[in-house]
């Protein structure tokens, strides 16, 4: 059955956009990855990628239309080997369900693409197609007996295609793909290297047949005590998998640097004493002094990519912010040449607006270096996973008063401890190094940084 | 000279090949229909239909001796069999028509006659002898259905020993009856006649009436036939039949003991064979086994291009699984997407006795055969309200669940108009869903349904009314 390209959802709150162009005409072969389109909304331009290998068999929505609610589908891909015939069959189903659902489902919808593309940080990272038990808008379809099986056997219902009318997932292929499994090699083949069957059009997140980690294999392996269990949404889902990626493909390494901060958080409360216009966190005081530092060492204002390393021109920090489920990363731009109380101004909005699921799409995906700070939960110090294609991300821990030496003699000073991770591949230690030392004399010089 | 080239033909006007070749048109395939008797085929007009309007009768002759329970008194109850069977008749016959119209409606193309399969996609078609076309296709579907078993030594004759037949069309109610065979069919004559007021013995081969019933509604039945007088043997075998003038006598053998027992008729239901000579499957890859032609699970036979649904094929022995397979075959041919092949356990299966009896999937020991950790559910009439309201407090419903998964694996009914109730299990049972979903359903009070409710809970230890 051919694959139902989606209209994708670029931003929480993104509910229609414009087919600005396409790239890829009917006929044409395209690969996973491959970029089909072009939307737009009126925040932005974003590409539509392929998620599964195939052939363009019928563009539904022409070049230039306007207004096309989300998960509408907008193209039909022909899995390796059907025939374009298959495209009959298919072609008349589609307008109905997937365009005419939104009306209805408005308030789930919005709520679950407002979760969706949180953890996106590349334009077109969504899934634009679905496996075919899902429907486009996240849902599901799976009769109840199919549902608690895969609960049973551990088995992710986005990896199994549905053979049930409108490709609901029935008994039958819950049979099929336990049996499947049974009769796969002994070693259970890693999700992300086994092959994808070319027909079957599994999500891009999941396995084709069972996890290697299901709930039962790991329940096990704690000695099955009870538990309860949180289901995965799809920015848990992004978090995963970026992140897992990130660590297995990027060569971190960890740099530490202790800063001392009393100068800096005597001139904050002297700062905040005088107006009520603003009122300047530890955290903004760290994010102008990354983002000078960069400036003063442009090297570590790096990405890395396959031709060249890439050194950017603006200082762009994204700030992690942690969410009831799952944490977002908004965007302070050109933040060395914002002055602390914009920073301060520009990052309480977008702490809220993350909080409340109202980010624009440009304001959280993106940026150049990233900064998580936990020392408000007392974390002294710890390292950070990168959020490609960023190069560094520093991780920021509690200001806290310690015994040091000074002179020779021992004295006490409220110390905060900065961890940089480095991509390797982009920012080498002696850059890594640099960079820590000018933001440990930023911070410890406050006043530099207000110039 | 009319069109004998087509996409597909099918041989057989029953359930099973009438409903193929209205969906084969459906589908957009040139399709012929060959029937050489009658539309909607045995089902229509001697089995499931003409029946229910005989029962139809002889529920309300009994209604009819129960006045005083609800009130009413009536003197000098008579009825006619000849009208009874009458109505019987014209029931069938509208019903028929029916069929013919919308075949027309559906632009089948009719050939009366009868098929034979001619060489690779040929079936030729004769009448009384005379070749009428020799139609084309690449489809052929065999659908011609089954007709009465007869053992030796118990043929039937038409006048004191009776198929079902003879038995639709009786001309008086005889004084007594022995049927032989205790399925669906002996025991739909057993339950009419006798509510007709004549003396009925019913004999069995295997142990139980109802055999392919959960062993529990068996019983039930069995119990309940019992109190309303009819005389069963189980275990038991007819030896021989010696007709008389005026009547039959059947030498009865159970446990090596033998008797004897005189009655006015006798009513042959031992079964059925397909219907497999003289259709041209000679010369063919189409294999036979026991009388049904063997297909696969899309309903190929061994020959390319012909195919096999219904009563021909194999149990169970039922209109709406014939008209289901005949769906998926054209389906399947049309390339039709999502086609699954038919699940056994879920077709429902309906017997039209007092009290009726209905059942889909599993039986109990069917299930724990099979290695199921089993949750079995049970819930009687006599605590619903709508049943009591009704006069009907017999009956029961029996739900069997798998433990592990809370798959419906199989429901069991028996009381007043099971047979109408059954369909809400078998929706659950094609819809997969497990009792968590059941539990939830709302069902409407006070109506016999919310037995069905019940019998889920009690599954589940969870049951209210009783």
Redesign the interface.
């Known amino acids: 059955?051919p694959i139902e390209i989606l209209m994708p959802a670029l931003s929480p709150t993104m509910t229609e956009g414009n087919l600005a162009k396409w790239l890829k005409k009917e006929g044409d072969e395209v690969h996973s990855g491959d970029v089909l389109a072009e939307i737009e909304t009126d925040k932005a331009t974003m590409e539509v990628e392929a998620v599964d290998d195939g052939t363009i068999g019928k563009i539904l929505v022409p070049e230039g239309a306007q207004g096309i609610k989300v998960n509408a589908p907008i193209a039909l891909l022909l899995a390796e080997g059907e025939e374009a015939s298959a495209l009959r069959?298919v072609a008349p189903a589609s307008p109905e369900p997937p365009s005419a659902a939104p009306s209805q489902q408005e308030p789930q919808q919005e709520r679950e693409t407002s979760a969706l593309p949180a953890v996106t940080t590349g334009p077109a990272s969504l899934p634009a197609s679905a496996p075919s038990g899902e429907r486009g808008d996240g849902r599901i379809f799976a009769?109840?007996?199919?549902r608690?099986?895969a609960q049973?056997a551990g088995l992710d219902l986005a990896a199994i295609r549905g053979?049930?009318?409108?490709?609901r997932i029935?008994?039958?292929d819950i049979d099929a793909a336990l049996s499947a499994a049974r009769g796969a090699p002994a070693a259970p083949a890693p999700p992300a290297a086994a092959p994808r069957p070319a027909a079957a059009p599994s999500g891009p997140l999941v396995p084709p047949a069972a996890p290697a980690l299901s709930k039962e294999r790991v329940a096990a392996l704690a000695g099955n005590p009870p538990y309860t269990e949180r289901p995965l949404n799809a920015m848990r889902r992004v978090i995963a998998r970026r992140l897992t990626e990130s660590k297995q493909t990027v060569p971190h390494f960890y740099l530490t640097i202790d800063s001392e901060i009393d100068a800096l958080l005597k001139i904050r409360a002297e700062l905040n004493a005088k107006s009520e216009a603003y009122r300047i966190s530890v955290n903004d005081f760290v994010i102008r002094a990354a983002a000078l530092a960069l400036r003063q060492v442009p090297a570590a204002n790096a990405s890395w990519s396959d031709e060249a390393i890439l050194l950017w021109d603006s200082v762009d920090i994204a700030v992690a912010v942690a969410l009831d489920d799952g944490l977002i990363t908004p965007i302070v731009k050109a933040a060395d040449r914002k002055g602390l109380a914009a920073i301060a101004n520009e990052t309480k909005d977008l702490v809220e607006r993350a909080r409340a699921g109202k980010l624009k799409l440009e304001e959280f995906q993106g940026g150049t270096f990233s900064i998580s700070n936990l020392g408000m939960y007392g974390v002294r110090e710890f390292a950070a996973v990168i959020n490609p294609p960023h190069g560094g991300i520093l991780a920021v821990g509690a200001g806290q008063q310690r015994p040091v030496v000074k002179d020779g003699a021992l004295t006490v000073a409220t110390v905060m401890s900065c961890t940089l991770s480095c991509d390797h591949r982009a920012v080498d230690g002696a850059v890594g190094a640099q960079f820590l030392a000018a933001f440990k004399r930023l911070v410890e010089d406050p006043l530099t940084m207000l110039l | 000279m009319a069109e004998t080239s087509f996409d597909l033909i099918v041989l057989g006007g029953g359930p099973g090949g009438y409903v193929a070749a209205i969906r084969a048109a459906q589908l957009g395939m040139k399709t012929a229909l060959v029937e050489r008797e009658h539309f909607g085929g045995i089902c229509l007009n001697w089995g499931c239909i003409p029946t229910k309007a005989l029962l139809r009768s002889s529920e309300i002759h009994h209604l009819l001796h129960r006045l005083d329970e609800f009130g009413f008194s009536a003197k000098d109850i008579r009825f006619d069999a000849g009208k009874v069977v009458a109505r019987s008749r014209a029931v069938a016959k509208q019903l028929s028509n029916g069929v013919a119209y919308l075949l027309r409606k559906n632009q089948v193309a009719v050939f009366d006659g009868h098929g034979r399969l001619a060489g690779k996609g040929r079936l030729a078609v004769e009448k009384n002898g005379q070749p009428v076309a020799e139609l084309a296709a690449e489809h052929i579907v065999l659908a011609t259905g089954a007709r009465a078993r007869s053992l030796p030594g118990l043929e039937p004759d038409g006048d004191r020993v009776w198929t079902y037949k003879e038995a639709m069309v009786p001309t008086a109610i005889p004084q007594s009856l022995l049927v032989v065979g205790s399925g669906a069919i002996g025991i739909e004559f057993a339950s009419f006649y006798h509510d007709m007021g004549a003396e009925v013995t019913v004999v069995e081969v295997l142990d139980r009436v109802l055999p392919v019933e959960d062993e529990e509604i068996s019983a039930f039945a069995r119990k309940s036939f019992e109190k309303q007088g009819l005389r069963i043997h189980t275990g038991a075998t007819v030896a021989a039949l010696e007709r008389t003038d005026k009547s039959v006598t059947a030498r009865i053998e159970r446990g090596g003991q033998g008797s004897e027992l005189d009655v006015e008729r006798v009513i042959l239901a031992v079964g059925i064979v397909g219907n497999v000579e003289d259709i041209g499957l000679e010369n063919t890859g189409v294999a036979v086994e026991k009388s049904h032609v063997v297909v696969d699970q899309w309903l190929r036979t061994g020959e390319p291009g012909v195919y096999a649904i219904g009563d021909l094929v194999g149990p169970p022995w039922l209109a709406h699984k014939a008209s289901h397979e005949g769906v998926i075959c054209v389906e399947r041919i049309a390339g039709v997407n999502d086609v699954h092949p038919l699940d056994i356990r879920n077709i429902p299966a309906c017997t039209y006795c007092r009290p009726q009896v209905a059942s889909v999937g599993l039986t109990e020991k069917a299930a724990r055969d099979a290695g199921y950790e089993v949750k079995i559910g049970h819930f009687p009439f006599i605590g619903n309200g709508k049943a009591i309201a009704l006069g009907e407090p017999e009956g029961m419903i029996k739900t069997v669940f798998d433990g592990k998964t809370g798959e419906l694996l199989g429901a069991h009914m028996i009381g007043a108009e099971v047979t109408e109730l059954i369909q809400g299990y078998t929706i659950a049972k094609t819809l997969e869903t497990t009792e968590t979903d059941l539990i939830r359903t709302i069902f409407p009070h006070p109506t016999l349904s919310e037995t069905m409710h019940e019998a889920v809970l009690d599954a589940y230890g969870r049951v209210i009314h009783f």
Not at chain 1, 163 to 167: K, L, R, T
């Open positions: 059955m069959d009769s109840p007996l199919a608690r099986m049973h053979s049930g009318p409108q490709g029935v008994k039958a």
